[in-house]
């Protein structure tokens, strides 16, 4: 059973998932606003919570991710408790996202090649959403390891020596 993210907006979801939709080349998303679902809300609404967005989604790389407004009694506090992972075989996709994500927002990790992955980075979107962008296949570790074994490198051998080695070919 998957987990699906669930992100709440201060009176802003609109133009926000509008960004995701055109950021991740979405189809756009269906909106649905409070005023639409007035007679299932058992709570009583301002005027402006009534026009804000009670619920939408998005499929991002084959998962959904919910999108709401809170009300203006209740608004979000962001921070750095959750980010939603974007993991592609795709290093073309994923510099594309990324740099669009950039371009209002703050880089906290450049895209790079990591002990887990050839290409991963992170960036707080204008919206200050923290995205992590992973490349799927083997990492650096796995790669050393495999081209130790093809090329029958004793583990004797201290780190240095082993990429030494390996530039070498």
Do not use: H
Not at 59 to 79: H, K, L, N, Q, W
């Amino acid at each position: 059973m998957p987990a699906d993210p669930f992100i709440f907006f201060n009176g802003n979801c609109r133009e926000a998932v509008e960004y995701y939709a055109e950021v991740f080349e979405t189809d756009s998303p269906e909106i649905d606003t409070f005023e639409e679902n007035l007679e299932d809300i058992e709570i009583d609404l301002s005027e402006a919570d009534i026009r804000r967005v009670m619920y939408t989604s998005l499929e991002i790389e084959g998962s959904v991710v919910m999108f709401s407004d809170a009300i203006e009694d209740d608004p979000v506090t962001f921070g750095t408790n959750m980010s939603l992972v974007i993991t592609s075989d795709s290093i073309d996709r994923i510099r594309k996202y990324f740099q669009r994500l950039e371009e209002d927002g703050q880089v906290l990790m450049p895209l790079k090649e990591t002990f887990w992955s050839k290409c991963f980075g992170a960036v707080i979107d204008k919206f200050g959403i923290l995205w992590q962008f992973n490349l799927e296949g083997p990492g650096i570790d796995e790669i050393i390891k495999k081209r130790k074994e093809n090329f029958n490198i004793d583990d004797s051998l201290s780190e240095k020596e082993i990429m030494d080695l390996l530039d070498e070919e």
